[in-house]
């Protein structure tokens, strides 16, 4: 009786293993499209000084990176690019791209837009679409306007609304959700009376409820550095009692000490060319060959010690956290990834390489789900047989 029931289940089991492979069989013969879709891919998004916008691409966690896409190339100098959270594709994924486009002589810079259209076909692959112009552009001012030309420098995604970071104007402004799909002109942020606090403004970075800056500005050398605001508050006044200027005769901006509506976080006289916050520190570069630590972004105090992060650039600009991967550098001409010290990594030859930025994509469980129904399988074998031998 005991043999008779064991071959009984016995044979319960090889039918299961035998319809699990069937399964699987069935669904390796009926697949159509790749199981490592779009969602699962790192994008990397960087700009060229030349005129051009590049992505490269992996799956989430491995290294094989692609080679560099072109995605735009009819740009005049783009110096700053963000993924936005204000639309989404099939996949879930953020599908907004801005770009800080500084221009050139002949033409005032602009912020544009883009769809980003990801390939279901191709997985990895980028395009961008449907550029529009939400900022700048137009025609130059005349030569005896007092306007100034817009020249961003960097865009910055929060809150699903867009900073932009404008060094001619000398100011950072915020463009709402609403600003952006009603084609409504955004409000000075950081407005240009706070004078030397935003003055060439070069890079933006929004962290936790901090907005940080950077400032390189030649004429005002001790008022380079980075300045910080909180976002979740209001825009900055800088009314004339109490604005971040110069004083006395020196170009040092005062009342930007801690708890001012600006606080001058970090002072660096050789100017301060891209700022990340990067696993809670806040990291920059002063164009050279290295990265600067500035304590942790929730530092309650202003003016933090300064120690070096990384070193073994030529001329290191902006900075973006690509989370467990490690701080993406725009080099030169060369775009790279470092955990820190003098270890780095290429991920791609870009002449010129002036902005930076990164979208994460999903960790891919393919692999792990087939194992889990091969193990359910195993465990019902295991069931049967127990079950036969605990009847008897």
Known sequence: MLTTTLIVAMLAVNALAAEYDGKSEKSEKSEEVPEIGPEYYDEVYTTSANGKVWAVTAQHGETDWSEPQELASDLYAPQGVTVCNNAKDQWGRWAKAYVADAGDAEHPGQVVEYDIVRSAQEPGKIQLDNAKVVYGGGEMPAANSTEVAAAPTDVVCHDSGIFIADANKGQVQWKSEGNLKKDEEGAAWIPAKCENAVAKVDAAAVAGSWLYWAVQNEDAEKSNGIYRQKVSGDAAECEEEDACKGADGTDYPYNCDKGDEIEFFVQEEQGAYGVAVHNEKVLFTTGAGKVWSAGEFSEKDVAPTVEEWAEGYDEATAVYSAGDRGLLVADEDALYVTKGG???????????????????????????????????????????????????
């Open 342 to 392: 003098d270890k780095k990594n290429k991920l791609a030859d870009v002449s010129a390489c002036s902005g930076v930025n990164y979208y994460e994509g999903l960790a891919w469980h393919g692999e792990e789900a087939e194992g889990d129904s091969a193990s359910a399988v195993a465990l019902a074998a295991g069931a049967l047989v127990a079950a036969a031998a605990a009847f008897f």
